[in-house]
């Protein structure tokens, strides 16, 4: 009998010990707690530079709803020759360049425009040398609706002002944005310089250009 009680405790704590143990191991499978959704790691937001602007334009003038495609692209170019190597109309580039002389903290030079009605193809440098005379011209069809557009590349230091100014008007065109005015264009935003409508006529416009710069991109963009 003293035996018999002595071991009763030691029988009991046992029983419960694993009868505790197995009621653990039941609640952890039985009842598994899900995660909030307050626990969850946060997902990465896209950075600026995965966002696309739903015009898909450059900053500036060419971001506005009435501007469609890009026609046609060429830069303007300040080089430290003073002359080139082959004839005026030669332009050996492919047609998307255009070459001024470098100036000492300012670089001048003029680019003549002429508005050809069915001209083909339709967007043409005729001139690309403007090191020697300070003078280019580019030809463009007039039985299209567009917009020109400048851009500003090249050091930070970069400054271009350019002039337009309507030659031969025809209709009830405004050729120039700004017409005879002078536009301080900014780096890296693209600035309307020009805007055609169709009444397939003959029209001139000229460009005067100064600033200390580089190089700068025009743009011809689809008039909506």
């Known amino acids: 009998m003293i035996r018999e009680r002595l071991r009763l405790p030691y029988?009991?704590?046992?029983?419960?010990?694993?009868?505790s143990l197995a009621a653990t191991g039941c609640s952890q499978t039985?009842?598994?707690?899900?995660?909030?959704?307050?626990a969850a790691q946060p997902q990465p937001s896209a950075s600026s530079s995965?966002?696309?602007s739903a015009t898909g334009g450059p900053k500036g003038d060419a971001r506005g709803t009435d501007v469609g495609r890009m026609l046609f692209k060429f830069n303007v170019i300040a080089t430290p020759k003073?002359?080139?190597v082959?004839?005026?109309?030669?332009?050996?580039?492919?047609g998307h360049r255009i070459f001024f002389q470098r100036g000492s903290g300012n670089t001048l030079g003029t680019i003549h425009w002429d508005l050809i009605p069915n001209l083909n193809p339709p967007y043409q440098i005729e001139d690309c040398d403007g090191t020697a005379d300070a003078e280019a011209n580019v030809d463009v069809s007039e039985s299209q609706a567009f917009y020109v557009v400048v851009r500003l590349l090249g050091p930070k230091t970069s400054t271009l002002s350019i002039r337009c100014k309507d030659v031969v008007e025809a209709g009830a065109d405004d050729l120039c944005v700004l017409d005879d005015v002078t536009v301080a264009i900014n780096r890296n935003v693209t600035t309307k310089i020009m805007s055609n409508v169709?009444?397939?006529?003959v029209e001139e416009?000229?460009?005067t250009l100064s600033g200390d710069w580089r190089i700068f991109e025009v743009r011809i963009y689809e008039k909506l």
């Open 11 to 19: 029988h009991l704590a046992l029983v419960g010990l694993m009868a």
């Open 30 to 38: 039985a009842n598994p707690v899900a995660p909030s959704p307050s």
């Open 50 to 52: 995965d966002r696309v």
């Open 82 to 84: 003073s002359n080139w």
């Open 86 to 94: 082959v004839p005026d109309g030669e332009c050996t580039n492919n």
């Open 198 to 201: 169709v009444d397939n006529e």
């Open 205 to 207: 416009v000229l460009w």
